[in-house]
């Protein structure tokens, strides 16, 4: 099965400055990563998918890479607010490891925008 | 356009009784999901539907069972509760079969089984 590994459990920046959130897995590359968002007492919110043959993905302050050989996925946050406080998800498709036709999450960053 | 919805919100039961949660979603979606989400852990994948009329088991299936009579309605059934089931429970759907499809959560059911 897949392992996946976000990095520290928690972040904190300030505002203003740029959040980069590290996921690492570590068995089969997966067609695709998506990253969600999470805040306390509330179901994940999807933000950003980015395809195995794609680079990089950009949607307003935010931005995934993607590097298969390395098997890992960055995602930033640029000019970072105190809104942006949440815990943030890391997860990968189950299917192309020949498991379910699901996803497979890391534990999260919990990410603090300190003012 | 409610989206995903889950009832109830929460719950507490005593271990060896059983209980269903219900998941309802209005965006004509094919796929609907069971996870459970434990402190420390991420969320696992429990049961899944690719739709009416078909279940499959995801990562952590024992203890649990699932129906989908309805295209928009997924449920989840705890025959003989245990404390091991204590955690928060979401329900999730997705479009069709096009794999990079986002998923929609719900808004989660806290359970607790003393």
């Known amino acids: 099965s897949q392992k996946i590994e976000q990095n520290s459990e928690a972040l904190n920046i300030q505002e203003g400055k740029t959040a980069t959130l590290t996921c690492n897995y570590t068995n089969y590359s997966p067609a695709y990563l998506q990253w969600y968002r999470q805040d306390p007492g509330r179901g994940p919110v999807f933000l950003l998918l980015i395809r195995e043959n794609e680079k990089e993905k950009r949607k307003e302050r935010l931005k995934v890479t993607f590097d298969t050989t390395l098997k890992q996925s960055l995602f930033h946050i640029t000019a970072s607010q105190p809104a942006d406080s949440a815990t943030y998800l890391c997860?990968?498709?189950?299917?192309?490891?020949?498991?379910?036709?699901?996803?497979?999450f890391g534990k999260g960053t919990h990410l603090i925008i300190q003012p | 356009n409610a989206g995903v919805t889950q009832t109830p919100k929460f719950r507490v039961l005593k271990t060896g009784q059983s209980m269903t949660l219900l998941c309802a979603q209005d965006m004509n979606h094919e796929y609907m999901y069971w996870y459970r989400q434990d402190p420390g852990m991420g969320l696992r994948l429990i049961h899944y539907?690719?739709?009416?009329?078909?279940?499959a088991k995801g990562e952590v299936p024992d203890g649990y069972n699932v129906s989908r009579l309805k295209k928009q309605n997924f449920l989840l059934g705890l025959e003989s509760a245990a404390p091991s089931q204590t955690s928060v429970y979401f329900c999730?759907?997705?479009?069709?079969?096009?794999?990079?499809?986002?998923?929609?959560f719900g808004p989660g059911t806290r359970l607790t089984v003393l």
């Open positions: 539907s690719v739709g009416e009329g078909t279940t």
């Open positions: 997860a990968l498709d189950m299917s192309s490891g020949g498991g379910a036709d699901g996803l497979t």
């Open positions: 999730a759907s997705r479009e069709n079969r096009d794999s990079y499809n986002e998923q929609f």
